[in-house]
């Protein structure tokens, strides 16, 4: 398949960008060569075929022939159940039902893939995601094994965490010693999990809110989507609304912070996640199609077009005769981190850690030779298997600062993540990160400054902090909660 803004992009990268250099055709191609899952290649019936793409590549557009397996649809396998135990409830947030910045486990809530509550276990996590949207294991055991560890509490005999805020429902599932505090939940993850530079929900120093959709978001996404086009081209398509929305927190937010993790990887789940999990799937578009309508269902939005948008927070559906990813076709990490090259390989800015330095347009990126103390750097993250050595590994080695405020024994509380992230790397030939100079990030006051200090939120302490905690981890509650 032909990306067209990507062989676009191929040809007219910046000549010279401050955070990370030019990415090369071939750096492209070997990276997207390896992230196919190369170890499997000769199990693979298609590696032939792959290798044969490859090989045919045009030299300025590494990925325009390079195919992945032919999808088949089987509607009996891929119809997603919306009737009877799985039927639309809509939140009611009196009785302290959560919903939070992600739409996809919203809507799993509202439809009991999920607790109602909008409080899970992690085991239910993975599998409503699996299940539901076609998830892998790998990713979504990495992702709820994440949120629980820095949104919940790895410490219960049933660890899982709100997708929403603090709530005390979350005592349900989220009990057990050596937590100080209430869990914060999604909606209280900022810079941890939610990051800025959001597609449909607004940065955090700016509103106050980084949970509920923002009608004018939301519109612009849906006219950014191409119709009547396969969900992969829609993906790619989708580059300059994300370079958009990056650019528009340089602009708008002083506070802005890119981290390594919730923002070089959360943030473009974003982007990605909709047209990859979100697309209905037909004989049509066996690789999925994300009509616009589908779009809106699941971020909880009625209306045809932007005079009439009514946004219904939390009201995030399944729509009716919904076919979710082929089974054999499931998404990946590796899949994932394909989709974070593919833009990044048109702004590559995108893959800049650093921020704003507390006013607009003062974004400072951070050498990444420095931040790890010449580990990794910028001119080889995407040589080999390094981007997911070092996103997974700076996790690690930046966890017990970000969480020592949060668990009495930070070890301890560790060592789901730990686990998840050896098992996910056993097979990866990782320079080895043993520290990460977090005292970099402390020139950015979005990534030192409290929820209360903030302009936005300076009448009077909100409800939902999570006291005791330093830096932003706090959670907020609705209003009407």
Known sequence: MKYQYLAFAATTFLSTVVAFPKFSPDQLKAYYGHSKKSAEAEACPFAAQRREAEAEAEPGCPFSKLKKRVSKFVAQEQLIDVTGQYSFIPPNFEAGDQRGP?????????????????????????????????????????????????????????????????????????????????????????????????????????????????????????????ENTPAPEQYTALAPFHQQRFDESVNENPYFFYSPFSGILVSPAAYSFPPRMMANHSEEYPDGYLDRQTFASFFGVTGDNKDNFVVKQGWERIPD??????????????????????????????????????????????????????????????????????????????????LGSLFTDVQKALTPLSDKITQLLANEACPQLQSVNSQLFEQYPGYTEAYGSYAGLSKGTPSGLVEGVTGVVGGLLRSDN
């Open 321 to 402: 005769n919904w076919y979710k990813r082929p089974i054999d076709d499931e998404f990946s990490i590796p899949d994932f981190l394909l989709d974070v090259v593919e833009h990044a390989s048109y702004y590559p800015r995108l893959l800049s850690i650093g921020g704003n330095t507390g006013k607009v347009n003062t974004f400072t990126p951070i050498d990444l030779g420095n931040l790890t103390g010449g580990v990794f750097n910028a001119a080889t993250l995407l040589e080999g298997n390094n981007l997911e050595c070092f996103v997974l590994q700076s996790i690690m080695a930046a966890a017990p600062d970000a």
């Open 102 to 226: 992600c739409p996809g486990l919203n809507a799993l809530a509202n439809h009991g893939y999920l607790p109602h509550n909008g409080v899970a276990d992690l085991q239910t996590i993975i599998k409503a995601t699996n299940e539901a949207y076609g998830m892998s294991l790998d990713l979504g055991g990495f992702l709820a094994v994440y949120g629980t560890v820095f949104d919940g509490n790895p410490l219960s005999t049933s660890p899982g965490y709100s997708i929403g805020g603090p709530t005390d429902a979350s005592q349900n599932i989220l009990n057990g010693l050596g937590l100080l505090g209430t869990p914060s939940g999604l909606s209280g993850s900022h810079n941890k999990y939610e990051s800025d530079v959001s597609a449909t929900r607004a940065d955090l120093y700016v509103t106050g809110n980084n949970f509920e959709v923002v009608r004018d978001r939301f519109i612009d996404y849906y006219y950014a989507i191409p």
